[in-house]
Each structure stands twice: as structure tokens, then as C-alpha cells.
């Protein structure tokens, strides 16, 4: 097969779909390896890196007319769109049931879209796991950033001083990220509190953290009362494949006092914050909206692209290759994780959230093969 590892277009993107390994693991089963240059170079791969693992170095016009498969990080922008065709499969994050325009430029030319946060096993999302992790954890840096003064925030610390308060964070979600956001903030010394539906996995985060974590079973009322009094919320809700719901209402924002500070991981899917209406960038991230700072920055991985690169290529490299030494179709029919993986596929939605999210017809994959 013919893989193609392009560098991001996103503004500010910095990580690369893969590493020098797993271009060598590649090109030693005999796939040709296309990589456009200074692709990695962000990440601390160079382009010597690539061609020792056997790679060519390519420019991106000439990658998407040659490759088969391509292999990179986010999804596709509207200037790639233009390379969409038949015979194309993409495989990379792609979050597309809150991206019409890409979900059109992928029926339109009927090519084959894989999604990493919907690649599932064991009822886990595997690909999406490291970068959550990231994302939780980068959540409370920077909240802890932005609630400081010179950043129009309450000017206070999280961890708080002898004689002094420390800040209460807000985690809606315990999931993967909502967890790395938890174990960052309580490792700081904030006061901490998590509100998720799942009373099981409340009770696995008291046990992990114990009496330094508050937990609350999400409902209207326990998160109104919890984020009127949050210094910093954390969105981290995930429906997987579909649009994330607006649980934290305009009137909870406007409950919380000036200064404050919102982070939506889930800005991606859509944003579990009703008061998020678009995604920032690394180099201007916040917006405020009645007195409180909304972070919402859909690629926050992206700031550390060395530590996530590897974390990411670490998780995706063995699908890639699969997906590669079977071929497409035979690779998706055989494994049932990749098949859930699968949001579009030769001019149809074969993603029921996608689908839903949408309002649009949903065709089982099965009978498309």
C-alpha cells in the first residue's frame, strides 16, 4: 500500500501522525512511505529521521495523488478538500459530527474516512485515550494560568497559600481526560470536584483520590450549584462519534463570578459549554463572555507535539499497519474496532452518531461491503 503522512495544516499544529518507527515498521513490510517535508520536524523528527526508516520525502500535492491511505493527526481542512477522491482512504481524527463542510466534501467524492475517536475495542476508545489524557492535564495548567490578573483572570492561585483558599475546579466528566484534569488539579492542591452520570466511575475516582476529590452525580441541580461557585471548569464530556450536548448552561456560566475561567476539551465535538459558540488557537485561546474566560482551543495536544506525537503514533501505528498489510475493506470487515471506526464510506454515513448528529440517512456498513 501506499501511505501518505502529510504536515498539519491546522493553524498551530505541530504533531505528526507518526513517528520514525513506525515508518520503518512500514516500509519493512513492503508499503511505500510518502512524507511531506518538514512534516515532523516540530515533533523532533526530521526529514533524514523519515528516509532512514525508509520513507521518501515528497511535496503534499504529490503525496495525496499518490497514497492510498493517508495517515495524519487532525482533520482535514477545506483546502484539502480538493484531494478527496474515490480511491482515498483518510485515516486521523476527525470529529465530524460537528464539521458539515467536511462531512460533505466526504460524501461528495465518496471517500473512505476513519476516525481515531471512534476506533473502538472493549467497549474503550484506545485512539483517543493518550490525547484526552493530554488534554485533561493541559486543561488545568492553563486554567491556572488565565485565572492569574495579567490575564484578565481573578488573580488567584490554584493550590492556595497557608491561610488561604485554594481554587475550586469544576471537572464535568469523569472520563479519560475529566480524569487527567483531576489528578492535575488535585496534585496542585485545588479543591476539586468531578460531576459525572456514571455513579460507578465516581466511585473509582474516590477510591483513586479519596476525601481530596468531591463527586457529584451530574444532574441540573448538583451543577449549577457547583459551578456557581467554581473558580475553573473543565468540560470534558464525550458522546462517542456525536455532538457533545450543552450541559453547562448560559445561566450556570452566568452564576460563576468575574474572572473565572472555562476549558472545553470537547470544544471538537461541538462544546458541552452553551457559551462556546467557536474554537480559538494556541497563539489567542480565550475569549470572554460575561466576565468569564472561555478557553477554547480544539487541539490542545498540539502544544506539546514531541511528548504527543509519540503517545499518539504509540496507539494508532498498529492500525495503520493493519490497515495497510490487509488492505482496506479486508482490514475493516476483520477487526470489529476499525469497523466502528468507519464514519464514512463511499458516499454514505456508516457512523449512526454522525448520522444522527446530522439528521441524515445512516447506512450500515455491512451492507455497503
Known sequence: MKIGIVKECKEQEYRVAATAS??????????????????????????????????????????????????????????????????LTIFCYLHLAANGPLKDALLENKTTAIGYETVEKYGKLPLLRPMSEIGGCIAVQDGAHFLTKTEKGKGILLQGLPGVAPAHVVVVGGGVAGTGAVRTAVGIGARVTVVDIDVHRLAKLADIFGPRLETLYSNQYNLQRAIKTADLVVGAVLVPGGRTPKIVTRDMVHSMEEGGVIVDIAIDQ???????????????????????????????????????TQALSNVTGKYAKLLADEGINEGILHHESLKKGVNTYQGHIVHPKVAEAFDEPYRPLEELM
Open 270 to 308: 461541538g462544546s458541552c459549554v452553551e457559551t462556546m459558540d467557536h474554537a480559538t488557537f494556541h497563539n489567542d485561546p480565550v475569549y470572554i463572555k460575561d466576565g468569564i474566560l472561555h478557553y477554547a482551543v480544539a487541539n490542545i495536544p498540539g502544544k506539546v507535539p514531541r511528548a504527543a
Open 22 to 87: 513506525n515508518v520503518f515498521g512500514l516500509t519493512a513490510s513492503g508499503h511505500e512511505v510518502y512524507v511531506e517535508e518538514d512534516a515532523g520536524i516540530h515533533a523532533g523528527i526530521s526529514n533524514e529521521d523519515y528516509e532512514v526508516a525508509g520513507a521518501k520525502i515528497l511535496q503534499r500535492d504529490e503525496i495525496w495523488a499518490k497514497s492510498d491511505m493517508i495517515y495524519k493527526v487532525k482533520e482535514p481542512l477545506e483546502e484539502e478538500y480538493k484531494y478527496f477522491r474515490e480511491d
